[in-house]
């Protein structure tokens, strides 16, 4: 079974300071895909990254957020200034397309608490 | 706008007992998926649907394109089913738009 693994399980940050999410996405991959759960909330679309360019973002991924893949197997999500409302689970996936769609494998997912 | 409806948002159902979640969604898709979210919040992919019906295990999964409508059943549920059951629409730009959830408990 392929795996994404993600990286801290949970991180704690005070309100103004950076962090970096990490995810190293199934091998061979070239699409990833960002979303964040508020405690609570449905999940949410974050930002899709393909061939080492964002494909598509959505409304939420403003300018505090970044997308990199550092090194050709981490790919990480860097919050510049963290606010108290991005507190949330944030989750990468990493899809493999299969009969006409892509059937999705996500991370276990960065606890993120703002303080 | 596209939009992802699930109902019921919170089942309870005792040990052994025939569960169904609904899911509608607005346009068309791609594909659609049934997620399992357990409570220490880890998603795991259960199906992927672009047309009728698939089955694994227990768990039968089912759409009608025409209607805009997917179901998840679950026979004979057990209380290690227990967990929140998310419909997630593929548009044809591939990212996943997520329904509410369904919190489903199981008793024995």
């Known amino acids: 079974e392929p795996e994404v693994t993600q990286t801290p399980s949970h991180q704690v940050t005070q309100m103004g300071q950076e962090v970096i999410l990490r995810c190293v996405p199934i091998?061979?991959?070239?699409?990833f895909y960002w979303y964040r759960q508020i405690l609570g909330q449905k999940v949410e679309f974050l930002v899709s990254?393909?061939?080492?360019?964002?494909?598509?973002k959505s409304e939420i991924f403003d300018d505090q957020f970044s997308v990199e893949r550092p090194d050709g197997s981490n790919f990480t999500l860097k919050i510049r200034s963290t606010k108290l409302e991005d507190s949330a689970m944030y989750f990468c996936?990493?899809?493999?397309?299969?009969?006409?769609?892509?059937?999705?494998?996500f991370g276990p997912g960065t606890r993120l608490t703002v303080t | 706008k596209n939009e992802v409806e699930q109902s019921p948002q919170n089942l309870t159902a005792q040990e052994g007992e025939f569960i169904t979640i609904n899911c509608s969604y607005s346009?068309?898709?791609?594909?659609l998926h049934w997620l399992q979210q357990h409570p220490g919040g880890g998603i795991v992919s259960l199906f992927m649907?672009?047309?009728g019906k698939k089955k694994h295990g227990r768990l039968i999964a089912t759409i009608n394109i025409q209607e805009k409508h997917s179901s998840l059943h679950i026979t004979a549920s057990h209380p290690r089913d227990s967990a929140v059951y998310i419909c997630?629409?593929?548009?044809?730009?591939?990212?996943?738009?997520f329904g509410t959830g369904t919190r489903l408990q199981v008793f024995p």
């Open positions: 997630a629409a593929e548009f044809y730009t591939d990212k996943l738009i």
């Open positions: 091998s061979n991959h070239l699409y």
């Open positions: 346009v068309g898709i791609s594909a």
């Open positions: 996936a990493s899809p493999r397309s299969s009969g006409g769609g892509y059937e999705q494998y």
């Open positions: 990254f393909y061939n080492n360019e964002i494909s598509e």
């Open positions: 649907l672009s047309s």
